[in-house]
């Protein structure tokens, strides 16, 4: 038996996807009372643009997951399609226009979430899904993400120099049984680069992985999604040229 005791999985098939699916529930039930009927009315949508980074445990049992949404899908991106509703009412074009996002390689995070667990391996599990998310984003050509976040997470994301902007036009509300959620996007070549800069050790550790220990992080060429669902070829290889090439939550919504 490895000695490894989680492993990370970038757009899981079959039971694996099944248990980052019951994961992604059992968090969103926790903190914000949303029942899996509500997520699937809310996700479902998406489905065909949806691909899940997890974390799984010995037993093959998810313990965090992110639920990304890839550029192309038939329903377009859930927050840019959620600012245009109450509270914020802003047609997503407009948005997505004046923050200068090219729809054509912006990605959005979804939902994340880590099971309960003691809060150093709940930390430890959240940083590692960080360090995926940008794995993913290198692996993809991702220019920009998306998401409507909640503020806890907002602030964990910026404590690690994973600083994110207000989209035009938003501000923070109430969203989907979280009391305070904020619309944002966040460019990943400047990002990485601050936090290179800013915040080194967080860039040693979540971002270049050094540290994580006790996570099998696949290689690079496993967060590239595969053939049915992922952004334009031309996308990946130039994106993100500018991020040095050394470069290789606790729970909530995202």
């Known amino acids: 038996m490895s000695a490894v005791p989680y492993s990370m999985h970038f757009a899981p098939e079959g039971d694996l996807l099944e248990s980052a699916r019951e994961c992604e529930a059992e968090v969103f039930l926790r903190w914000y009372g949303n029942t899996r009927e509500q997520l699937a009315e809310e996700y479902g949508p998406y489905d065909d643009a949806s691909a899940f980074l997890a974390i799984a445990d010995r037993?093959?049992?998810?313990?965090?997951?992110?639920?990304?949404?890839?550029?192309?899908?038939?329903?377009?991106?859930?927050?840019?399609?959620?600012?245009?509703?109450?509270?914020?009412?802003?047609?997503g074009a407009r948005v997505a226009a004046a923050a200068g996002l090219d729809l054509g390689s912006t990605w959005e995070i979804a939902t994340l979430g880590v099971r309960r667990q003691d809060r150093a391996d709940g930390l430890r599990l959240s940083l590692a899904l960080y360090h995926g998310l940008i794995a993913v984003c290198r692996?993809?050509?991702?220019?920009?993400?998306?998401?409507?976040?909640?503020?806890?997470?907002?602030?964990?994301?910026?404590?690690?120099?994973?600083?994110?902007?207000?989209?035009?036009?938003?501000?923070?509300?109430?969203?989907?049984?979280?009391?305070?959620?904020?619309?944002?996007?966040?460019?990943?070549?400047?990002?990485?680069?601050?936090?290179?800069?800013?915040?080194?050790?967080?860039?040693?550790?979540?971002?270049?992985?050094?540290?994580?220990?006790?996570?099998?992080?696949?290689?690079?060429?496993?967060?590239?999604?595969?053939?049915?669902?992922?952004?334009?070829?031309?996308?990946?290889?130039?994106?993100?040229?500018?991020?040095?090439?050394?470069?290789?939550?606790?729970?909530?919504?995202?």
């Open 59 to 91: 037993a093959g049992e998810v313990v965090g997951a992110v639920r990304l949404l890839a550029p192309g899908g038939r329903a377009g991106l859930k927050t840019l399609t959620d600012v245009a509703a109450p509270p914020w009412s802003v047609p």
């Open 139 to 254: 692996a993809n050509g991702m220019t920009s993400f998306v998401a409507v976040l909640d503020e806890r997470v907002r602030r964990l994301l910026h404590s690690v120099g994973l600083l994110t902007q207000v989209l035009p036009g938003t501000s923070t509300a109430p969203y989907l049984g979280s009391a305070a959620s904020t619309p944002v996007f966040a460019r990943c070549v400047p990002v990485l680069d601050n936090q290179r800069q800013q915040f080194p050790d967080a860039y040693r550790l979540v971002t270049l992985g050094v540290g994580l220990d006790g996570i099998t992080v696949p290689p690079a060429e496993a967060f590239r999604l595969h053939d049915g669902l992922r952004a334009p070829d031309d996308l990946s290889s130039t994106t993100l040229a500018a991020v040095p090439s050394d470069l290789a939550l606790l729970t909530g919504r995202a």
